[in-house]
C-alpha cells in the first residue's frame, strides 16, 4: 500500500509524514485511515529529505496482514485460551477472568517489543517526488 505525504518533522532518523488520505481510501473508509494523520517513518538511503518536501511512503500489503493477525488474533487466542484454561483449573470465573486479562496485557506487551525491533513492520519512505 502506498501513500502520498509530506514530510513535517524529522528527528533521530525518523521522518514524520503526514499522510494525505487518496480519494480511493476516502471513498472506502474501512479503516478509519480516510482523515489526514501523521506517521513516522524510516528514510534509509533517499539521501536529502526536508521538511515540506513530498513523498511516497509504503507498507507491504503482506506486512500488514502480519500485524493485524499479531495485533487481533493473537491477543484474542490468549484471552480466550486463558478464559478457558483459568475456569477449568480454578473452577471461578473471576480468577479465570483476571488472569486472561494479564495475559492479554502481556501478550501485548511482547507483540509490541517485537515488532519495534522488526524494521519490516515500519512503513518505508520509498521516493521524493
Not at 37 to 48: E, I, M, Y
Not at 81 to 92: F, R
Not at 97 to 117: E, S
Amino acid at each position: 500500500m502506498k501513500e502520498d505525504g509530506v514530510v513535517k518533522e524529522i528527528k533521530y532518523g525518523r521522518v514524520t509524514v503526514e499522510i494525505i488520505p487518496s480519494d480511493e481510501c476516502k471513498g472506502c473508509g474501512s479503516c478509519g485511515a480516510a482523515q489526514p494523520r501523521s506517521v513516522k517513518v524510516g528514510a534509509d538511503g533517499l539521501g536529502d529529505i526536508r521538511k515540506g518536501d513530498c513523498v511516497t511512503v509504503n507498507v507491504e500489503t503482506p506486512t500488514m496482514l502480519k500485524v493485524y493477525l499479531l495485533l487481533y488474533a493473537v491477543p484474542l487466542v490468549v484471552f480466550v485460551g486463558l478464559i478457558l484454561i483459568g475456569y477449568a483449573v480454578s473452577g471461578h470465573p473471576l480468577w479465570s477472568f483476571t488472569g486472561a486479562v494479564l495475559a492479554t496485557v502481556c501478550a501485548y506487551v511482547l507483540i509490541g517489543r517485537y515488532m519495534k525491533n522488526k524494521p519490516e513492520f515500519s512503513p518505508q519512505i520509498c521516493s521524493k517526488q
